[in-house]
């Protein structure tokens, strides 16, 4: 009590930049608590939420994953998670590097008003006189609440039909987060490489469970070792999902919701609606080892 008395009185009688300071760093922290805003259309880099500048980390593909048509008819959608990951958003395209937004970058949309909570949609227009290279133009959206995130682009003329990008599969291996995935098939896009998976895992899956797992805001129960071992099993596999798969599926999906008692504020982060039905053999790691031990010891005790 009297350590709480003692607090109290010496904030008090702090100096007014002390107040200022202390003030600053209390806002951060609850700006950083319950923001969260993602790009959702054009696919990008990272599907989470990230402040990262300038691109929510990610990796950018070697070529481009999205197709857009110059001189319109291409749909940005910004989706606000909860709570500061609100604000105004500005796209910029740039045929350089992701470095480059300043320098070399086209603003196609500056301060464009988004929701409190809930997803934008909006068209912007692509000028004829940008050039991208072989791996595409990046596309910067940024929210005024500095959440960032990246997509890759090839500009098209006017009404050329847009083939479905292709996915691959590649072997995973050197994973240090997702080490349950070391040796299986996994689904990425065209463009990243075998040797790209682990620097992708530490600006995915690894970031983003590092991001909620302490953060009541998003997860309430994250102390509880079958929530962690929920999310990071879903962290692993939205970044990383089955061969043949886009995102991850429905039983794993289910299995966080049933293991972490999400806030009831960042539900929408969590959307398990359009996972697919059926998990491929690529993913069902867990359910093979559970009976694999079961198998072995029961093989053991018929061995006594």
């Not at 923001?35 to 990272?46: F, I």
């Not at 910029?92 to 937004?101: E, K, R």
């Not at 005024?144 to 995973?172: D, F, H, M, N």
């Not at 991850?248 to 929408?268: D, V």
């Amino acid at each position: 009590r009297r350590f709480s008395i003692q607090s109290k009185l010496s904030f008090i009688f702090a100096s007014p930049m002390q107040k200022v300071i202390v003030s600053l760093v209390l806002c951060a922290l609850v700006a950083s608590a319950l923001g969260h805003a993602v790009l959702r259309s054009p696919t990008p880099w990272n599907t989470q939420p990230s402040k990262t500048a300038n691109c929510g980390g990610g990796t950018a593909p070697g070529s481009p994953s999205n197709s857009w048509y110059i001189g319109g008819g291409n749909t940005i959608s910004w989706q606000v998670i909860a709570g500061d990951g609100a604000g105004p958003i500005t796209v910029t395209i740039t045929p350089g590097d992701q470095n480059s937004f300043a320098t070399q970058g086209t603003v196609l949309l500056a301060d464009y008003p988004s929701p409190g909570v809930g997803s934008v949609s909006v068209d912007v227009v692509v000028p004829n006189n940008i050039t991208c290279p072989a791996r595409g133009c990046y596309v910067q959206v940024r929210s005024s609440s500095a959440w960032y995130s990246c997509s890759s682009v090839e500009l098209l003329p006017a009404g050329t039909p847009i083939p479905p990008k292709p996915r691959q599969c590649l072997t995973a291996n050197g994973l240090q987060y997702c080490t349950m995935l070391n040796s299986r098939k996994v689904g990425v896009a065209v463009g990243i490489t075998a040797t790209d998976l682990p620097k992708y895992e530490l600006s995915t899956a690894s970031t983003f469970y590092q991001s909620v797992i302490n953060n009541p805001n998003v997860i309430i129960n994250g102390a509880e070792k079958k929530c962690q071992d929920a999310l990071k099993t879903y962290a692993c596999l939205d970044a990383f999902p089955a061969c043949g798969e886009t995102r991850i599926c429905s039983f794993w999906c289910n299995n966080l919701i049933n293991n972490c008692q999400i806030n009831a504020t960042h539900a929408a982060l969590f959307d398990c609606t359009d996972a697919p039905n059926t998990c491929s053999p690529a993913s069902s790691f867990k359910p093979i080892s559970v009976l694999f031990l079961i198998a072995m010891g029961l093989a053991f005790f018929l061995a006594l």
